[in-house]
Nanobody, 123 residues
Framework: VQLQASGGGLAQAGGSLRLSCVASRRTYSSHIISWFRQAPGKEREFVAGITSNERRTGYTDSVKGRFTISRDNAKNTVYLQMNSLKPDDTGVYYC?????????????????WGQGTQVTVSS
């Protein structure tokens, strides 16, 4: 499976952006697609994830109430709607996929990764 992330850009604090992650093919087995981000000089961290079947979602505490992850299986696409953006949200955002139904938050649990898309939030 190949993943293509897009939608990054420059936003002001308080603004919004929507990221998209398109999978190259439909994955019929149970899986998780998650977003991670990496700020300059920091480790890559889990942001949000969504299951394929039950559409359960998970978020890191710092984005709860501001970010929403969703998916459109007909388009093989997962979205990350980011509202009320803060300068601390700045970083390169990656989407990643793992098989199974457990919402994992460690990078090493995800074998498939898309290229990153830059998000910059100015104060």
């Amino acid at each position: 499976v190949q993943l293509q992330a897009s939608g990054g850009g420059l936003a002001q604090a308080g603004g919004s952006l929507r990221l998209s992650c398109v999978a190259s093919r439909r994955t019929y087995s149970s899986h998780i697609i998650s977003w991670f981000r990496q700020a300059p000089g920091k480790e890559r961290e889990f942001v949000a994830g969504i299951t394929s079947n039950e559409r359960r979602t998970g978020y890191t505490d710092s984005v709860k109430g501001r970010f929403t992850i969703s998916r459109d299986n007909a388009k093989n696409t997962v979205y990350l709607q980011m509202n009320s953006l803060k300068p601390d949200d700045t970083g390169v955002y990656y989407c990643a996929l793992r098989e199974g139904s457990l919402m994992q938050t460690r990078m090493g649990d995800y074998p498939w990764w898309g290229q990153g898309t830059q998000v910059t939030v100015s104060s």
